[in-house]
């Protein structure tokens, strides 16, 4: 720790006892000595300058005040499922207004990018894969939250809900690169739209391999595939296009307007969107592989129900000439041919054997049994 940094932080923790000096209240030496902590929402809180992170991890408002101070300086500060209480506080000391507090508290939003006096807000959806053994009508496949990027001069704040979309990768990452974190707050933002979209693309291949299972099954001679479980991964799939479609409109609308990122992170932005589209277009293939497994479907249930249809009418018609011959000899007249020969119930009960064996037979050869 060098002299300055010292100094400051010795000054820090006399200005406490200074104002209860001054107030005329009792002094708690280790009450004036202790830093402040960050709350529990905090998962992380540096101060970077010239794109190096400086030590330790102070508390948001003493960053901020530190990044005010010093030049090519902001603080990043990342919060995960903040309290109402947290967010207020953090509005306060970053100079947030309210509808911006009360965007950050609630999850859920579409992807968009908005400009609230001097800070953008970059909204963008989060997805993660989950694990499963075998898809079924209740699986879940895909995890969406999302993630809300606060830009300023001097700070950029990242409020995380859900568990997708972790953000520590996404700080070592962008640490070990210097030269782009130089380049301020949109690095970060640039960094964190870069981790989603690559989550995208990580899922999109998860997805991929579900698809072809159930495609297999679906085609399988042996097995057949629950309609149900199509439906599931529908839904799965209509919920990560909703996380991504619609973010290429405001990642576009990010590169023109003209307090957007700086010219220097143009190009890793366009790179970025070029990913997107990829991720957009996987999507939309996988939909319309969907829909195409999803009405080959329900014509081999067609299919099949015709081919019971066929199968009952055939057996009824078999059954019929039983029914006929037994309803005929049933009737009660005295005059019948046959009820006086000593063969006539034989031969009655073969004429009906060999009309079934008969039916059986053409209706096998034409494929109705």
């Known amino acids: 720790m060098d002299r300055s940094t010292a100094r400051t932080r010795q000054r820090g923790r006399r200005l406490p006892a200074l104002l209860a000096r001054l107030l005329g209240r009792p002094v708690d030496p280790a009450a004036a000595a202790a830093p402040r902590s960050n709350p529990d929402a905090v998962v992380d809180c540096a101060v970077y300058v010239s794109g190096r992170r400086e030590p330790g991890r102070p508390h ?28 207020a506080a953090v509005g306060r000391t970053f100079g947030l207004d309210e509808l911006s507090v009360a965007q950050a508290l609630a999850d859920g939003h579409r992807p968009t990018v908005q400009r609230h006096g001097e800070v953008t807000l970059l909204v963008l959806r989060t997805a993660g894969y989950v694990e499963h053994a075998e898809l079924t009508d209740t699986s879940e496949v895909i995890d969406t939250g999302d993630v809300l990027v606060f830009l300023g001069d001097r700070f950029v704040i990242t409020v995380r809900h859900g568990a997708a979309g972790t953000l520590t990768p996404v700080r070592e990452d962008i640490q070990r690169r210097p030269g782009v974190l130089a380049e301020g707050p949109w690095a970060v933002a ?59 409109a405001p990642l576009r609308a990010l590169l023109e307007q003209r307090d957007g990122p700086p010219p220097a992170l143009h190009r890793w932005f366009a790179d970025v969107e070029g990913r997107l589209a990829r991720a957009v277009e996987q999507i939309g293939t996988y939909d319309d592989l969907l829909n195409s497994l999803l009405q080959a479907r329900l014509a081999k249930l067609a299919v099949d129900q015709n081919n019971d249809m066929r199968k009952i009418a055939a057996w009824a018609a078999i059954a019929a000439t039983q029914t006929a011959v037994a309803g005929i000899y049933g009737m009660n007249f005295a005059h019948m041919p046959e009820l006086g020969w000593r063969y006539g119930y034989p031969g009655a009960v073969l004429v009906t054997a060999l009309a079934a064996f008969t039916l059986y037979r053409l209706f096998r050869r034409s494929g109705w049994l």
Request: with cysteine; charged share 35%.
């Open 60 to 87: 948001y408002a003493d960053a901020y005040a530190r990044a005010r101070r010093t030049r090519r300086s902001f603080v990043w500060l990342g919060l995960h499922e903040p309290g109402a209480a947290v967010l």
């Open 190 to 248: 640039y960094a964190v739209c870069a981790r989603m979209v690559e989550l995208y693309l990580e899922v999109a291949g998860h997805l991929e391999r579900d698809l072809e299972r159930v495609e297999e099954r679906v085609f399988a001679r042996d097995r057949d595939a629950d309609i149900q479980q199509i439906y599931q991964l529908k839904r799965e799939v209509v919920e990560f296009k909703r996380a991504v479609l619609p973010l290429p």
